[in-house]
């Protein structure tokens, strides 16, 4: 089962909610956060860091810095 709930993230002084999905794979899951209209697909490497899956171009569209600040905010959770 696919559940939304909103992500919060703080990026230069600015508080945002992003919606986010969980999407069970198996035995892995992945984070689909809707950005500006585009859905950014956000996965655990064997590091234990999250990286960015997603469409053709999508990530380019979609402000670096933001980017990092969902990032950091899905480590921390």
């Given at each position: 089962m696919n559940e939304t709930m909103m992500l919060p993230v703080e990026h230069r002084?600015?508080?945002y909610e992003f919606p986010l999905t969980i999407v069970t794979l198996g035995y892995t899951y992945q984070l689909h956060v809707q950005i500006e209209g585009k859905?950014?697909?956000f996965e655990m490497?064997?590091?234990h860091q999250y990286r960015v899956l997603s469409q053709a171009g999508d990530v380019k569209e979609v402000n670096k810095s933001l980017?990092?600040?969902i990032v950091s905010t899905l480590q921390s959770l």
């Open positions: 002084g600015t508080a859905t950014l697909i490497d064997d590091q980017v990092e600040a």
